[in-house]
C-alpha cells in the first residue's frame, strides 16, 4: 500500500506548514521563524497560520513581524472569526492550501522545530515502507535534554494509551527509526495519502483526541507510523493553558475527547465498547480518589468539576467548543433595526475579546411593511408575516460567525424587474438547461445558487417551487430581494414564519436565533399630531416631517382604499384618532417561543432605534409586560441619542416613559417603570446641543430605576454621522453592571 514518494524531477516533495494558534502574541515569533529557517528547499514548503479570533494581538503582531513573508505568500494568514479549535483549524487550512501539496506538518504554536526538522521527516519517509505520519522526538523547551514526547502505543481495547519517552532522559532507546502506533500530534508530518484513504480530522473533538482519532483510523486503514528522532521539535510547556487555566481546560477536553472516542471508534455495546467503558471508568475512579485526597497538595480542587463535566459530556456526545470558564449567559435583544444589530455585534466583539460564552436571541416584529417585502406579503395574500428584518438578521449573524461567500451572496442577491425570474427559477428545479444570458447579474445569481451548500439549495428549492405554484399571479420584480422571496415562500409553506426562521437558522447553523413577538399576522399604521394618516410602516419608517408620531396602532390586516377615504373626509383630530382605534384591532398574545426566551434570559436590552416601527409594535404585545415583571434577568433600556420626528424633544425619563405606555399595552396594564426596567443607559449630550436627548437627572430618579448610566457613548463626533452608538461601549457597560451585581 505504500505510495510513491519518490522525488518526482529531482524535486523534494511539497510541504504545507499547519501552524494553528489562539492568543499566542508572546510566543508566535520564534515558531513561525523555526518554519520559515528550515534547511529545506524554499520553494518547496509554505508556513500558514490559522488564528482562532486571538483577542491579544496575535494576529496584528503577526503582520508586522513577517510582512515581508506575508507579501510573497510564504507565509499565508487565515483569520477566522471564531475560535475553530485544533481540529478546526486544519480543516480550515486544507482550504487554502498550495495545489501541489504532498504533506502538511501539523504543529502547534508552542512548538519550535530543528532547523533540519523537515528533511529528516522526508528522510524517514523515502526509506520506510509504510505511508503513514511521520512524527519526531519532542524536548521540552526549557530543559531539551528531556524528552516531552516521542509516541504511543495505541490499544484497540483500552482507555489508556501508553505514551513513549515521556519526561524521560534522552538515551540510546530513543535513536533509531521506528513504526509505532501513534506519534506526537503536537508536530506531525501528515501525507497526502491519508487525507485521500482515510480523511481528515473531526472537529467535533476541537482539542486532544483529534490526532489520535485520525491515526487511529489509519492504523484500520493498514498505514503505519513513522517515529524519526532526527526530526526534532522543542515544545513550550509554560504556555497556553498551563499559564492560564492550569489543568481545567486539558482535563475537561481530554476526558470528554476519550469517551467522544471510543463513541465513534467501537461499535456501541460491544464487548470492546465495555471493556474499554470498563478502563475509562477504573480511570476516573483512580483519578477522583486522587483528587480527593490529594487536593490540598496539589491544588487540584477546582479541577473535579471539569473531570465530572468532560466525563458526562463525553458520555452524551456534547462536541465542539464548549467554553468551560465562564457561565453561559442568555441574552435577549428586543430589537429590529439597526440599532439591535449594533449591539448583536458588540455583543460578539465583547465574546471574543473576553472569552465570554453566550447566547443571543433576537425578540423583533415581523410587521415590516416596505416596498420589497409588502409587495410579496401581498403576493400572498396577506397571510405571511414580513421576512426583512428576520432575513437582516440572520445576514448580521452569519457574517459575525462565518465567511462562506456563496452564503453572503445568497443575501446580496437583488433581482431587477426586466428579468423573467420564474423562467430562470422553473429551469433550476426542474434541473434543464439553465437560462443563458450575457446579463451579469443573471450570472451573478445562477453562481451564487449553484454553490449554495446543500441544506440551504434544500430549503431553497421547497420555497421556489411552491413561489412557483402562484406563478399565473403577475408579480412585478422591482430591485427585489431574493432571500426575502425564500423566507416568504418558505412561511407559507411551513404556515408560519417562525417556523421558516428555525429551518433557515439551522440549515446555516447560525449560533443565534430570532423569535417573533407573536406568530399571528399583523400590520401597523400611525397618526401624526397634525393629523396625518402613515397607513403602513413604509409610511412610518419614511416619515420625515415637523409634525411628530402620535400614536401607532396594530391590525390583523392592513387597511384598505376605503379606509383611507374615509379617514381622510374626517375633519378633526380627535375624530381621527377614535376612527382608527376603532379600525385597530385587539393585540396578539406573546408566541411561546418569546415568553420562554424572556424566562430564560440572564440578560434583557431594550435597544435603541426607530420606535414607532419597530419597537413600539413588539412592546404592545399582549401579557409581555407582565412576563418582564416577573423574569429574573436584568434589563437594560438604551435610550436614543438623537432626537426625530418620533421623539422630539425628549428627554432620556420621556423615551422611558413612552416606551413603558406602550408595554402596558397603551395604559391597560399599569406596571411602573422600575417593575420593567432595571438600568438605562444614555448617552451623555454635548453642551448646547438641542438635537441630542436632553438628560434630566430629576425626572430620571423619579423613575426610580435601580441604575441609570449617563456616559459618552456616541461613535463619532462627525457632524454628518451624529446618532450612531458605540456597540462595544454600551456592551462593556452592560456586561461591568451584569458581573458586579453577582460578584
Request: with cysteine; charged share 25%.
Amino acid at each position: 500500500m505504500r505510495w510513491d514518494i519518490k522525488l518526482k524531477n529531482n524535486l523534494l516533495p511539497f510541504i504545507s506548514i499547519v501552524i494553528a494558534s489562539f492568543n499566542r502574541k508572546d510566543i508566535i515569533e520564534e515558531s513561525i521563524k523555526s518554519t520559515l529557517n528550515q534547511q529545506y528547499k524554499e520553494d518547496r514548503f509554505e508556513v500558514i497560520l490559522v488564528d482562532n479570533n486571538s483577542s491579544d494581538g496575535t494576529i496584528e503582531e503577526v503582520n508586522k513581524l513577517f510582512k515581508k513573508e506575508i507579501n510573497n505568500r510564504k507565509l499565508k494568514i487565515v483569520s477566522l472569526n471564531y475560535n475553530s479549535g485544533s481540529s478546526g483549524s486544519c480543516i480550515e487550512a486544507i482550504k487554502f492550501l498550495d495545489s501541489r501539496w504532498e504533506y502538511v506538518l501539523k504543529m502547534d504554536e508552542d512548538i519550535v522545530l530543528d532547523s533540519k526538522c523537515l528533511i529528516e521527516m522526508i528522510n524517514a519517509a523515502k526509506t520506510s515502507i509504510y505511508d503513514g505520519m511521520i512524527g519526531g522526538k519532542v524536548f521540552f523547551y526549557k530543559n531539551r535534554k528531556k524528552i516531552h514526547a516521542v509516541g504511543s502505543h495505541l490499544s484497540p481495547w483500552f482507555a489508556i494509551s501508553k505514551g513513549i519517552g515521556v519526561n524521560k532522559s534522552d538515551n540510546e532507546v530513543y535513536q533509531n527509526i521506528k513504526t509505532l502506533d501513534g506519534v506526537s500530534g503536537c508536530m506531525v508530518l501528515i501525507p497526502r495519502s491519508i487525507y485521500e484513504k482515510v480523511g481528515w480530522f473531526d472537529n467535533d473533538y476541537f482539542l486532544y483526541y483529534d490526532d489520535h482519532d485520525l491515526m487511529y483510523k489509519s492504523l484500520k486503514k493498514g498505514f503505519r507510523h513513522i517515529f524519526n528522532p532526527k526530526a526534532i521539535g522543542y515544545h513550550d510547556t509554560s504556555t497556553g493553558n498551563k499559564r492560564k487555566y492550569a489543568n481545567s481546560k486539558w482535563l475537561y477536553y481530554s476526558t470528554r475527547g476519550s469517551l467522544l472516542f471510543l463513541n465513534k471508534n467501537f461499535k456501541k455495546y460491544s464487548i470492546q465498547y465495555f471493556i474499554y467503558l470498563l478502563s475509562h471508568n477504573c480511570k476516573f475512579i483512580f483519578g477522583l480518589f486522587f483528587i480527593l485526597f490529594y487536593s490540598k497538595i496539589f491544588n487540584y480542587k477546582i479541577n473535579l468539576h471539569y473531570y465530572f463535566l468532560g466525563y458526562f459530556h463525553g458520555l452524551k456526545n456534547i462536541t465542539g467548543y464548549y467554553n468551560i470558564d465562564t457561565k453561559k449567559l442568555n441574552i435577549l435583544l428586543i430589537s429590529g433595526g439597526s440599532g439591535g444589530l449594533q449591539l448583536g455585534n458588540g455583543i460578539y466583539n465583547y465574546s471574543k475579546k473576553f472569552n465570554q460564552n453566550f447566547s443571543i436571541t433576537h425578540l423583533i416584529n415581523a410587521y415590516d411593511d416596505g416596498k420589497s417585502t409588502g409587495a410579496i406579503r401581498e403576493f400572498f395574500k396577506s397571510k405571511i408575516l414580513g421576512p426583512s428584518d428576520i432575513r437582516k438578521i440572520h445576514e448580521n449573524i452569519y457574517k459575525n460567525h462565518y465567511s462562506n461567500k456563496s452564503i453572503i451572496d445568497f443575501f446580496k442577491i437583488r433581482i431587477n424587474i426586466d428579468i423573467d425570474f420564474n423562467k430562470i427559477l422553473k429551469q433550476i428545479t426542474t434541473k434543464t438547461n439553465l437560462f443563458e444570458s450575457n446579463d451579469t447579474n443573471i450570472k451573478y445569481f445562477l453562481n451564487a445558487f449553484n454553490n449554495l451548500p446543500m441544506e440551504i439549495k434544500k430549503l431553497n428549492i421547497i420555497a421556489i417551487n411552491h413561489y412557483l405554484k402562484f406563478e399565473t399571479i403577475n408579480f412585478s420584480y422591482n430591485d427585489f430581494s431574493y432571500a426575502n422571496l425564500i423566507y416568504a415562500s418558505l412561511a407559507d409553506f411551513y404556515g408560519s414564519m417562525q417556523i421558516a426562521e428555525e429551518k433557515i437558522r439551522n440549515a446555516l447553523n447560525l449560533p443565534s436565533k430570532v423569535v417573533l413577538n407573536s406568530d399571528v399576522n399583523g400590520f401597523i399604521f400611525a397618526l401624526t399630531e397634525n393629523g396625518t394618516l402613515l397607513h403602513n410602516e413604509e409610511k412610518i419608517v419614511n416619515y420625515d416631517q415637523l409634525s411628530p408620531i402620535y400614536e401607532v396602532f396594530y391590525k390583523k390586516e392592513p387597511l384598505t382604499k376605503n379606509d383611507i377615504t374615509k379617514f381622510n373626509s374626517l375633519l378633526n383630530f380627535e375624530e381621527k384618532k377614535f376612527y382608527l382605534k376603532q379600525k385597530s384591532d385587539s393585540l396578539p398574545i406573546i408566541s411561546e417561543i418569546a415568553s420562554k426566551s424572556l424566562l430564560d434570559a440572564d440578560i434583557i436590552i431594550f435597544s435603541p432605534g426607530t420606535q414607532h416601527s419597530s419597537l413600539y409594535p413588539t412592546y404592545f404585545t399582549k401579557n409581555l409586560c407582565k412576563i418582564l415583571s416577573k423574569t429574573n434577568a436584568m434589563k437594560f433600556f438604551i435610550t436614543n441619542i438623537i432626537e426625530d420626528n418620533e421623539i422630539p424633544k425628549f428627554s432620556a425619563s420621556d423615551q422611558i416613559r413612552q416606551a413603558v405606555y406602550y408595554l402596558n399595552e397603551k395604559n391597560k396594564m399599569s406596571f411602573k417603570e422600575n417593575q420593567l426596567i432595571d438600568i438605562i443607559i444614555s448617552n451623555k449630550p454635548p453642551d448646547n446641543n438641542d438635537k441630542y436627548l436632553s438628560i434630566n437627572l430629576k425626572s430620571l430618579e423619579q423613575l426610580n430605576l435601580k441604575k441609570y448610566i449617563i456616559e459618552k457613548v456616541e461613535k463619532t463626533n462627525d457632524i454628518n454621522k451624529k446618532g450612531i452608538h458605540d456597540e462595544n461601549k454600551i456592551v462593556s457597560l452592560i456586561f461591568d453592571s451584569y458581573n458586579s451585581k453577582w460578584k
